[in-house]
């Protein structure tokens, strides 16, 4: 997921936040840096992608249960 701060800092505290990760469980892919202006204003947003890093085990249970879904299994 995308998110957009006034820094990089706060962009990443954000997505963390409302994805209710910590960064050890994340993958952080910054798109761009915020970008300050005259006199300190903002000139540019910073924009961060967050996504969950997922362990091998985590990605064989998220398969299967697609998996099954697609199969009537339950």
């Not at 300190?40 to 997922?54: E, H, P, Q, S």
Request: no cysteine; glycine share 8%; hydrophobic share 45%.
């Amino acid at each position: 997921m995308e998110f957009t701060a006034k820094s990089k800092k706060e962009a990443i505290e954000l997505g963390l936040k409302e994805l209710n990760i910590t960064e050890d469980e994340a993958i952080i892919t910054v798109i761009e840096e915020g970008e300050k202006g005259l006199f300190g204003k903002v000139k540019k947003m910073a924009k961060i992608d967050i996504t969950l890093n997922m362990t091998d085990g985590a990605k064989a249970v998220k398969f299967l249960e697609g998996l099954f879904a697609k199969l009537n299994v339950v």
